[in-house]
């Protein structure tokens, strides 16, 4: 195992019993309910976990980030928390995990959530953090920290995507071959996102940076829209885009009976929704996920404009 996934995972272990915080949420993972539901060629997890408030409930405004401290910084962490440093990052312990073995990745530089110029860097970490999904949240795509980069790591096999694959690219999906890159398109009638693979980094860098380019808005700075998956098998990075359309779907801002608190991240796309209030995940149903996960991507008729100007 690699030398990195060692150290966290003995990280993970010690931060459980010195930090009392971590110790409980880690913990009550263990009585965490989730319902499955089964789609055509895949699975659609449903978790309750009312720790996730904290994230999906976050005010991610300018107003609301200027008026409280950076989480991320060091200087502002709790006083249990201590992480592992791996180049001009630090890997803490998330203490409000989803996944059994959950971390934050934040640089040691305040710096805004931007994965223009740090895209590399998180190739680099997948291909160091063996038996971990790495992910990437856009400021309006999930994060909950838009104010201070990072990525997110959590262990591999616990989104059903991270197993689906195959059968999703053969059943769903339109594969072709450019500058070293392996790509798929793929639309299941919950999602559109694009799979690359490549043993080559500077090949995926470039592949990528042409899908950001294209995805964004020359009129404006603001990053587009999207989500990342990361990781790194026998020698090949592969990485999954979800561009997305929206940050939060209707059902969050509907009062009453219509009201679910979601706010898709990466771990949704990836196939586990997090519903933090026990209400929304007795009520969600197969119609309800299809609503919000096509609200928030970027619809077919953009999506396949995308995928025509990258086989080109």
Request: with cysteine; net charge negative.
């Amino acid at each position: 195992m690699n030398s990195v996934s060692t150290e966290i995972k003995q990280l993970l272990t010690d931060q459980k019993t010195e930090w009392e915080l971590a110790g409980k949420n880690f913990s009550g993972l263990e009585n965490v309910q989730v319902r499955e539901f089964q789609f055509d060629g895949f699975t659609v997890k449903v978790q309750f976990n009312p720790g996730r408030i904290v994230s999906s409930a976050a005010k991610v405004d300018k107003k609301s980030i200027e008026a409280r401290p950076c989480f991320l910084c060091a200087a502002n962490r709790p006083v249990e928390q201590r992480g592992v440093t791996f180049g001009e990052y630090e890997v803490l312990v998330n203490p409000f995990p989803i996944f059994p073995e959950h971390f934050t990745i934040p640089a040691f530089a305040h710096k805004p959530q931007q994965i223009k110029g740090n895209f590399g860097n998180m190739l680099d970490l997948a291909q160091a953090m063996d038996g971990y999904s790495l992910f990437y949240n856009g400021p309006k795509c999930g994060a909950s920290a838009p104010d201070h980069f990072h990525f997110q790591a959590g262990n591999t096999g616990f989104m059903p995507l991270d197993d689906e694959m195959t059968a999703l690219k053969e059943k769903y999906g339109d594969t072709w071959e450019k500058d070293n890159v392996n790509y798929c398109a793929i639309k299941d009638g919950l999602r559109n996102f694009f799979v690359l693979e490549s043993a080559s980094k500077m090949y995926m860098i470039n592949a990528f940076a042409y899908i950001y380019t294209e995805l964004g808005n020359q009129e404006s700075e603001e990053e587009p829209m999207l989500n990342i998956l990361a990781r790194y098998i026998d020698g090949v990075w592969r990485i999954l885009v979800f561009p997305r359309a929206l940050h939060r779907p209707l059902q969050y801002f509907a009062d009453g009976e219509e009201n679910i608190l979601i706010s898709p991240a990466s771990v949704d796309m990836g196939g586990v929704l997090i519903t933090p209030q026990e209400k929304d995940f007795m009520k969600i149903g197969k119609a309800d996920i299809e609503s919000i996960l096509k609200q928030v991507l970027l619809p077919v008729d953009q999506f396949d404009k995308l995928t025509t100007k990258l086989k080109q």
